[in-house]
């Protein structure tokens, strides 16, 4: 039943709205992992982040795909977020409040890829300001320091952060670049992996086209 509905909100909601109301430049889709486990590493501006991206899979694949979301923001309390989140999404919940293990931390992510399904984190940890990246964090690493088979594919977006931005509840129709990266190399060291990372998302920014444009704006 889950998995039926969630089929459902895709097909009805999601993807017509990232069809009509947002006009997408997908760039390198082929390299989007397409069996799991995986992960997505993307940045983060907008909450049609992860619902962008699981629309680009078809619907025979939606129900492997799933965002790691925060417990405290999404399932804090029982409503309409909670079970759009839990039955529509099926988010993989994340319990982010400090003290926590980083085995407690990600238990249910293991569990996802376990699972072998395909998840999707956002490495800067929340989302920051509209189009602009923030500094990645460490927690993507100790993941996939423990699951060596575990495939991680950079992934930028650019214009979501106009459409929908942190603090807004009005979605407004906005240009969107998803940039999809080769697959990051196994890295033992923290701080190398960020590196790798930042120098991923470097080279993805040159691709987008709302970049390119916003860029040209602010010079006249």
Not at 18 to 27: A, D, E, K, M
Not at 34 to 46: E, F, M, V, Y
Not at 132 to 147: D, E, I, N
Not at 168 to 191: K, Q, R, W
Request: hydrophobic share 45%; net charge positive; with cysteine.
């Amino acid at each position: 039943m889950a998995r039926l509905l969630k089929i459902i909100f895709f097909a009805l909601v999601v993807k017509p709205v990232v069809l009509i109301v947002l006009g997408l430049n997908v760039r390198n889709r082929v390299k989007l992992p397409t069996q799991g486990p995986a992960i997505i590493l993307a940045n983060h501006n907008s909450h049609l982040d992860a619902l962008v991206l699981m629309s680009l899979y078809p619907l025979s694949q939606i129900h492997k795909v799933r965002p790691v979301a925060a417990v405290d923001y999404f399932l804090s309390k029982k409503g309409f977020l909670s079970w759009l989140s839990l039955r529509c999404i099926n988010i993989v919940p994340m319990h982010r409040q400090g003290g926590v293990n980083k085995d407690e931390l990600f238990s249910e992510c293991h569990k996802a890829l376990d699972n072998k399904e395909i998840l999707i984190l956002f490495p800067e940890g929340s989302r920051g300001k509209p189009e602009q990246l923030s500094q990645f964090k460490k927690g993507a690493h100790y993941l996939l320091k423990a699951r060596n088979e575990t495939q991680a594919t950079p992934v930028m977006i650019h214009g979501l952060g106009r459409s929908l931005p942190k603090g807004e509840a009005l979605l407004v129709p906005f240009n969107c670049d998803v940039i999809v990266g080769d697959e990051l190399a196994p890295s033992e060291d923290a701080d190398d992996f960020i590196k790798q990372l930042d120098s991923s998302f470097d080279y993805l920014s040159q691709f987008c086209i709302t970049r390119q444009l916003g860029e040209s704006n602010d010079l006249r």
